[in-house]
């Protein structure tokens, strides 16, 4: 097999968006060639889309974003054995190093040598998914049964993302869980929580047509809407955040008043909903931080400390790709309809600039509310 030409999406300054071609050679022996099918466009792809940058991490040479996909098997290298060309799979984008102790753990998320396709954080950067077709390690590719789409396929990621933040939790049954942020992730947590037996789960966000799409939709049992305010001093933003608080545990579900929340997912990256959620955490409880936002943040840490609240961190996956795609091909009792987190596809290369711009929206110019963005290379 000859190396070939294949199309590709590079970024090469905020909003500098060019299709170009790039040389690709055949797989390696342990790789194999995926001709990319479906990528749902991220929070973080849309970070270095409008800024060239994500939070601290800056690009330092022309990038190719995209990270959720799947896409079908088209060459496989010598060694491949359990992949064939014309199988439908998920790809699994963070390599690590599988040697050091995390990795041996089987915590390779936090492995320090972990390379991540669209990430600017390592150098030279790995090259993301919005591209004809890539070479990737077939033991990071993973198969997907018939009965799951590749729209399906392209949400493994992110549903990953909330597996993963509820294996790091670790609570009991019949807890009752607050999930600030109603995108993606956000409603993909709340469904991972009501599916391993939430007793109530409740959704906090500042647009209410997001809090509206979870109820309606399954992903939670209520929501509040989070009031918009901008105070300044410390004081003002401590007060504010446990008035947001106050607002969570005032929600009734069936007559009942909540009260304090046995879990809360910060999902946002914005520091008062994560202080929002340590108000609102009851003694004993635990707040995930899932969101990446502002890098420093500040934390009301005695009312975290004086109460036994556990901060629990997350970052991306481990071990998950399994369970979400068994989980999107059996659907268990309470797991909605994940395909209706894709409200907007976009077809072919030459509309991925278009994809992105409509991704940074909260609705599009007929009203719809814009949750993930699909762009469709098939």
């Given at each position: ?5 294949v199309k590709a999406a590079v970024l090469h300054g905020e909003r500098d ?100 396709r669209s990430s600017a954080k390592t150098f030279p950067h790995l090259q ?85 799409f979870a109820i309606a939709n399954g992903f939670a049992d209520a929501g ?155």
């Open positions: 097999m000859c190396a070939s030409r968006l060019r299709l170009e071609e790039r040389r690709l050679p055949p797989p390696e022996e342990d790789e194999v060639q995926v001709a990319i099918q479906s990528t749902g466009l991220c929070g973080s792809d849309l970070h270095y889309f409008n800024h060239f940058r994500n939070g601290d991490i800056l690009v330092r040479e022309p990038l190719t974003l995209g990270h959720e996909s799947s896409g079908i098997v088209v060459a496989i290298g010598e060694e491949v054995r359990d992949l064939k060309p014309g199988d439908r799979v998920a790809l699994e984008v963070g390599l690590p190093c599988e040697h050091c102790e995390y990795c041996e753990g089987g915590r390779y998320n936090i492995c320090k040598k972990l390379r991540f993301g998914t919005l591209q004809e077709r890539i070479n990737h390690p077939a033991r990071w590719t993973h198969k997907l049964p018939d009965s799951i789409s590749l729209d399906q396929g392209a949400l493994v990621e992110p549903l990953s993302v909330a597996l993963h933040s509820h294996r790091r939790a670790n609570l009991r049954s019949e807890t009752t869980v607050l999930v600030f942020g109603a995108g993606t992730v956000g409603l993909l947590t709340a469904a991972v929580s009501k599916v391993y037996g939430a007793s109530t789960v409740v959704v906090a966000d500042i647009q209410r047509d997001r809090v509206d509040i809407v989070v009031p918009f305010a901008m105070p300044q001093t410390l004081d003002e933003r401590l007060s504010y955040a446990q008035e947001v608080a106050r607002q969570a545990q005032a929600v009734r579900v069936n007559g009942e008043r909540i009260g304090e929340y046995g879990a809360a997912y910060e999902c946002t990256g914005v520091e008062v909903c994560l202080q929002s959620s340590i108000y609102a955490t009851k003694p004993g409880g635990r707040v995930m931080v899932i969101g990446m936002g502002t890098p420093n943040l500040i934390v009301p840490m005695g009312a975290a400390a004086l109460r036994e609240i556990d901060l629990v961190g997350v970052f991306r996956y481990a071990n998950t790709y399994s369970a979400a795609i068994e989980m999107i091909s059996n659907k268990p009792p309470g797991l909605p309809d994940l395909e209706k987190l894709v409200t907007h596809r976009f077809k072919g290369m030459d509309e991925i600039k278009h994809a992105f711009e409509m991704a940074g929206k909260i609705k599009d110019g007929e009203g719809k509310l814009v949750i993930k963005v699909v762009v469709d290379m098939s």
